[in-house]
């Protein structure tokens, strides 16, 4: 992969990177699309790393349709698709930790989320050596983290956050959403729902914990302002969604 980056770097030819864990879907292709328009090439990684999974988390039953994941990296002109079975090896033993962005919200239920995040795209980086990586905004936290490790440690890549996309219905599509049943998908609207509202009222966090309260099949994992927006993680079942929304005049 670091020859072919460099070969296209020699050509002068510019490379968009949209790295992502697999199982595809319209958010990640706004992704790919968006590097499609503004790079001469573009890359996507399929890695599920297990780096950021803690140890009671869904490493193993993470979505894998390898097959559906490249038929749409090929229908949308994606130059090359990295997917290594392992970039770690056995004595890996060197971390990248962002100490400041990644403590608090999602960091409160998941200690080593954003140590993994930082150092595999740090690794992914030196492996694609893109121009400019895209990411989505519905991981806000992961974007701040990010962000900040490539302001911090001078990584030479322009780092592109995309806008949250939604189904019709306004959930933030995610991988994990196909975990969801019928009726957890019907009791999870009310979590977009609620969020947007909450976002234009003067006490956003309080208002939203209230409201969320009151609705029955959704537990509040947190509710936190952070760099002008609210973020919130809540639980449907057993699975976890998150999603945030600019807060008004903080933008
Ligand atoms: O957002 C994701 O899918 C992952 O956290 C990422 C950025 C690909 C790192 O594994």
Redesign the pocket.
Known sequence: MQQLSQSWYRAGESVGFV???GALHRGHMTLVEKARRENDRVVV?I???PT?FGPKEDLNKYPRPRREDLALCRAAGVDAVFAPTSLYPEDFSTWVEETVQSKGRCAVSRPIHFR??AT??LK?FNIVLPDRAY??RK?AQ?VDV?ERMVRDLDVPVKVVPVETVRDADGLALS?RNRYLSPEERKRALAFPRLLRLASQQKQPEAWLRQALRRVVGIKLDYVELANGRLCAAVWVGTTRLIDNRPVRGKR
Request: hydrophobic share 40%; proline share 5%; glycine share 10%.
């Open positions: 790295p992502t864990m990684s890695y599920v790393n950021q993994g995040v595999v795209v992914l990411f989505g991981d992961q990010i991988s």
